[in-house]
């Protein structure tokens, strides 16, 4: 469970990644998502520079970041414990390895909001991992969904 004011940025995040994709997703999901954390205040980030030690040049370093105990908390994020994207719920940030269906990169992995409808946002919409019942088998793996922490 999230508290309503966490909710309330988890909303807030949709709505912001409804109306400031680019339409498609050309390789710049970290930059966007990015900003809709910051425009959205999502659990204690409000500035685009805040969390100024975490590397920013792929989508998995966002997960190797808040998957340390002490930066979620520092920055008001929890990390949820589920297997799969389309298990998170809407207003999450997901953040998939790389070689995971849907991801072209092959360092950098994916990182979008979660829609609760089992798609996906980030700089193009409507984003997905493969078939929901094929995510393991077509070898997607979660490297972390995260809500707020307040």
Known sequence: GVTPQAQAQMNR???????????????????????????????????HHDCPDMKSDYAKHFAEYFNVAEN?????????SIASPYQAPKGAIVVVAPGTPGTRHPVAGDIAVARGDGTFI???????YGAPGRFFADGGKLLGAYVPAI
């Open 13 to 47: 995040l949709v709505a912001i990644a409804e109306g400031g994709h680019q339409g498609a997703s050309l390789g710049d999901c970290f930059r966007f998502v990015w900003r809709y954390i910051v425009q959205a205040g999502y659990g204690k980030i409000t500035k």
């Open 72 to 80: 979620a908390k520092r920055w008001g994020i929890k990390r949820l």
């Open 122 to 128: 980030n700089d193009g919409p409507n984003m997905t």
